[in-house]
Every structure is written in C-alpha cells, then in structure tokens.
C-alpha cells in the first residue's frame, strides 16, 4: 500500500479538504497504537476516525457493527472510493462467505464488517482464524450497546469484554454518538481499553433546529409540515407498532409515499422498506426506535416524534439522523405529558431496581427538557456536559416571542381550586377540574363546588405552563410525595386576597416552523440533471444514490460550474477514485450546460470549508439577557431578578454568562472571592471547564450548580483575555 500523509489520504480516498471536530487528533492516536474513546455527534464523521487508519496501516481492521444494513452501506461507500472492504453476516449465502474468507487469508481486504456475536461464536473458531491474520485495529462502532446504563444496551455487546483477552497487543477504538458520563466509563471498563485517550466533541447539530410542539391534533400538525416539504424525505417516530401502521395508512390516503417499519415485520421485509427508503422511492417512514441505527442516508430533512423518547441520548441520536449532508434540517416532538405516565409505567427493569431507577431519572430528565422553558439547544448541549449560550435562534423557545403577561385571575383561579378540593390533588387533576372534566376520575362532590370548570377558557397545555411557572416561583407548594399535591403558602393567601399582582412569562409560538432553506445560489436545472445522472449510475451500481456523491456535493457542482477534471476534484466528496470512475457522465453534463447556457467556471471561487476543532462560541446576547444584566447593575441580586421577572434562578444566571466571559460583569460579584477561587482551583485540576458534576462532587455541599458555571464562564474570559 503506497503510504499517504493523512491530509492526502484524506482528500485522496473521501475527497474532504479538511479534517472535522477531532478527527484528525483521533486518527493520529489510533495510528500511533493507543487505545481510544470517541464521542461525536450523529453525523459528525466517526467512520473516518477507523476508515483512515485502515488504509494507511498495514493489515486488517475488523469493525464491530450492530446492524447489517449499516454493514452494507459502509461497504458500499467504502468500495464506491476504491476501498477494499467486506461484510459477513446472515444475507450472505456459505459460498460468498467462503468467497469473502479467501480474500481476507489472502490480504485482499483492508476492513472486514461484523457483527458482534459472529466474533465469539463457533466455539471461538473465527477468533482463532483472526488470530492467524495481521489484525491492526478493532473498531467498535455503538458502542454505548455494551452499557447497561446506556440507551440501547444490547446484551451481544458484552461478549465483545473478552476481546483485549484475545488480542491484547491490537488497539481498540469505541465510538458512540451519544453517552453520558456513567455509560462512557462502563464503555471503558467492559472493554478493557489501556489508558485509552478520550475525545469528545461538541455535541451541537448546528444545522439542526429543534422545535417542541403540543400534541392536539398530532396528525393534521404532521399534514400541515408536510405540505410544505412535499419533496423532502423523513422519518416519523412513534412508540408502537399499531402506530406506524395506522399513521402510514393515512398518510398514503391523503397522497405521501409513506411505509412503516417496526420489529414485528419479517427482516426482509424490513430490509425491503429500508431499501425503499435509501433509495428515494419512498420519502416518509413511520417507525419504532427499530428503524434508524443502521441508517447512513444524509438527506433526511426532517425528523418528526409524534410520542415522547424515553430518555434524552435516544431523542439526540433520533433526531441526529435528520440533516447529515450538513444542510438545514428540523426536529419536531409533538408533546403531551401524558405520553410520560404512560412510559414511566412500563420502563422497569426486571430484577434490576438500580437500572430501573437510572431508566426513570432518564425519562424525567426527557420531560424536563421538553417542559423547560428555555433554549432547547442549550439544555441538550448542558445534559451532555457541554457549556452553551442561551440563546441559539433556531429552536421553538428563541424563535418566539416573549411576553410579560398579567395572570393574577387565573392564579386565583388555580389556588382556589386547590382550597377547595382540600389541598389533596396533583396538577393535572386540579387542570381537569377547572376545565370542567366529564372525567370519570373526578370525584363527584367536587363537581358541585363552584369553582369547577371556571377554568374551560384555557387549552390544557396552558393551564400546565400557567402551574409551572407558579412552581417556578413559589407561589404555590408542592408535595414531596409519591403522589404531589399542590399546596398553598403565605406567598399563595396573598394572592387570593388580592394582595399581590402575579406575571407570568408567556411564549407566543410562530405560526411557521422556519423553513429550510437550500444552500448557495445555484442552477436549479443543472441541479436537477446531474441527480438525474447519479440516479442512473445508482441504479445501475444497485446502490442508494447518496453513496456516489451526496447532494451537498451536488450543490457544489452546480454552483460553481467545475469543466475541468482538475476542478471536480476541489468539489468536496469527489476523491480521486470517484474522479476517475464518476466523473466523466458528471463532467459531460456540466460541459454541455455551460455551453448551451454561454457560461464560465465559478471554481476559482471555491475555497476549501474549514472546519476546525470544537470550541465554544462566544456567548450572543440577545435582549432578556441584557434585561437581567440591566437589573443586576441597578442593584438586584439574582434572586431578586428571577422574582422580579418571573423566572427560575437558574434562568438568570444563565442570562449573566456573556457578560462574565465578555469581561463586562465580574463573577466575585455574583459568588465571592472565596468560593471563585476555590472553584477555579479545581477547574485547573480536573481540566473541566464544561461539565459541572465532576467539580461539584469534589465541593461542599453549599456550592450550587450554579456557583460553578460562573466559575467556568470566569475561566473562560481568563484565558481568552
């Protein structure tokens, strides 16, 4: 194998100018012989961080992969850029597996795909072939499925703890999109990974925006997003199959190429709809959490949850499937809370109450995030350990507009209706009360006290927002029982009596989800023949369309017109293998429009993406935090803000952020020298400047959360002044 400095074998087998997140540093690490951790987002490039290595390194690289339509479109991508790769699994008959065995004696394959129970079965005969072969790299890709604390732990996984016995001298690189601490240091002990080195990058989906949205009416709200991106492919998730069913059915009625996907189906009939998918001949699958892991297809635009993930890793790497080409795309949860009490009656883990316990603090946390009132983007980043500003622009919370709205009455209302019912009931019995609930649940007595059904004026899910808030600012008690009841307190009679104005801080939704926008100017016609042209070549390969070039690589070609073959190669994506092999049906198309049309190459104007590692953006500040930071200089301590706004403390002090990394606000002013200099001690220490929990295990019990994201933001401007 010829030998290629990294930065060439990068543009000479992927076609990539550059490096993305950490990859460069993770590639480096693996071909120096260490054993490594990588964490990077859906979408964000872990296949390369192996892919490389293996063909710069002499030997064999055996990538462990859950799913065989994975193995499949990674081969085929691999074989599309020249790439000596193989699968061996249970669609391949015994003599294209004896075929693929030969080749691999033989040194003619550089990565052989498997899954993780082929490696250790037949009484560890296939381990014993691998023994004999020059076996340079194991990949694990998922690998938070060997984590019982992980979202998807799959019990295959934990045969793969006896690979370091077997091949102790071989290094190990674990790659997952999605875990938290507790799962990342199990990935590390069941493994049994030598001083691994350990990468994670940012979290963010930058082109991604997040949207929560009430669950009435779910269907006809999918119908109206769908008219509008008619030509879009997508996925919608729901949690039974009875659903995806039932959901396809209908949207077939009303005119989608639709088609469910669930466990229950027969595997090729499964591996049918995929292939549909993959290809483009249909646009909408509706599916369990049985659909996606083994799906590469960059050009999801939108991913849709009409119920409610069960923990935050999940609706990350769900949504995370939507917009991997890089450009624009949305994710929607259509949110009801009841769709919590339904999960949290089935997430026990049988005989195992700790793991139970893990599963229903994960499923709380999942209803935190879509109940917050905040930027989505920024709650998601900081569960994953990862600092963010509060403000991102592309979710439901920063797209809308806030108003201060006077509610004393229907505070009155609310507290009156916890008086009267006795103190003795929870939220969303008090909500079904006042709007006069023909439930069965309700306790006929109380539907002759006055104030039943004064409340019917308002939509359930603004009663629930009307609740939280009140919570938020205790102006209502809540039980710290098994079964919480509202309570009042002295903050409550005063508002009964008419003694004290309450003001709540209300979102008024847009109307539109933001639409998506496609890249750079470009010639729309021109784009439309060279898909036309993939699509050919597609088919006649027997591959997904994407798997020759994608379209951001399309759209590259259509902007900036390259009429050479030098100038294909400065299009991202085109490697000189696909140069070679593809580019003259692309090179015909291009010349013959440029001709016809009387135009000139724009390549000169390509300058190469650069896409360096992960840091965080200096804060933007928008106009609410400027608010707080305008009530902090008039004298307020943030406890008084967060009263005097109607928000959580934890709200203001998030607000402060930018103006403590901008150097504007000192954070002695907001915790004392004593307690900042404590906590930058430990920062330095610990080298943690985005995760809290591992600081605040290490401090008193009177340090907050809080106290040390200021201390972080305080480093920050330290080191960047």
Known sequence: MK???????????????????????????????????????????????????????????????????????????????????????????????????TAVRNGEIKLLYLAPERLFASGMQFVNFLSTLPCNLFAIDEAHCISQWGHDFRPEYLGLAALKQHFPTVPVIALTASADNITQKDIVDKLALQQPQVFISSFNRANISYYIQPKRKAFEQIIHYLDKHRNDSGIIYTLSRASTESIAAKLKEVGYEAAYYHAGMGSDERAKVQEAFQKDNIKIIVATIAFGMGIDKPNVRFVLHHDVPKNMESYYQETGRAGRDGLKSDAILYYSSGDIGKLMRFIAVEGNAEQTNVMK???????????????????????????????????????????????????????????????????????????????????????????????????????????????????????DAAFPALKLNETSRRILRGELEVTLVMKKPK???????????????????????????????????????????????????????????????????????????????????????????????????????????????????????????????????????????????????????????????????????????????????????????????????????????????????
């Not at 950490?22 to 859906?42: F, S």
């Not at 009663?463 to 209502?476: F, G």
């Not at 020759?548 to 293998?577: E, H, K, Q």
Request: proline content about 4%.
């Open 3 to 101: 030998q290629y400095p990294i930065h060439r074998a990068l543009k000479h087998f992927f076609g990539y100018d550059n490096f993305r997140l950490n990859q460069q540093p993770i590639i480096e690490a693996v071909l120096q012989g260490k054993d490594v951790m990588a964490i990077m987002p859906t979408g964000g490039g872990k296949s390369i961080c192996y892919q490389l290595p293996a063909v710069l390194l002499d030997g064999l690289t055996i990538v462990i992969s859950p799913l065989i339509a994975l193995m499949k479109d990674q081969v085929d991508a691999l074989q599309a850029n020249g790439i000596r790769a193989a699968f061996l699994n249970s669609t391949l008959s015994n003599t294209e597996q004896n075929h693929i065995i």
């Open 361 to 479: 603090k994960k499923l709380l946390q999942m209803k935190e995030f879509a109940e917050h009132d905040g930027c989505r983007r920024q709650y998601m980043l900081e569960y994953f350990g990862e600092r963010a500003p509060a403000y991102c622009g592309s979710c439901d919370y920063c797209l809308s507009n806030l108003e201060h709205r006077t509610a004393t009455v229907e505070a009155q209302k609310l507290l009156s209706a916890v008086t009267r019912t006795g103190e003795r009931y929870g939220a969303d019995y008090l909500i079904d009360f006042l709007r006069g609930s023909n439930s069965a649940k309700i306790i006929p007595e109380h539907k002759e006290i006055k104030t039943y059904g004064i409340g019917k004026d308002l939509k359930k899910d603004e009663w629930q927002v009307i609740v939280k808030q009140m919570l938020q600012q205790r102006l209502v008690d809540v039980e």
């Open 511 to 721: 109307e539109e989800t933001a639409s998506i926008s496609t890249a750079p100017q470009h010639h729309a016609d021109l784009l439309q023949e060279l898909k036309e042209v993939r699509r050919e070549i597609a088919e006649q390969e027997n591959v997904p369309a994407y798997i020759i070039v994608g379209d951001n690589t399309l759209l590259d070609m259509a902007t900036y017109l390259p009429l050479s073959f030098d100038g294909l190669r400065r299009i991202s994506g085109f490697g000189d293998y696909k140069v070679g092999k593809y580019g003259p049906a692309f090179m015909k198309v291009l010349q013959q429009y440029a001709a016809t049309n009387n135009l000139e190459t724009k390549i000169q104007l390509k300058v190469p993406k650069r896409e360096r590692a992960a840091k965080p953006n200096k804060p933007t500040v928008n106009s609410t935090q400027r608010a707080s930071f305008d009530l902090f200089k008039e004298g307020y301590d943030i406890a008084d803000i967060a009263a005097k706004r109607g928000m959580a403390v934890s709200t203001i002090e998030n607000h402060l952020m930018p103006f403590i990394t901008s150097g504007e606000l000192s954070a002695v002013k907001l915790i004392g020298k004593e307690k900042l200099d404590t906590i930058v001690a430990l920062i330095k220490q610990t080298g943690q400047t985005i995760a809290s929990k591992p600081i605040k295990d290490l401090l008193p019990e009177e340090y907050s959360y809080g106290d040390i994201r200021i201390a972080q933001a305080h480093y920050q401007w330290m080191k960047d002044a």
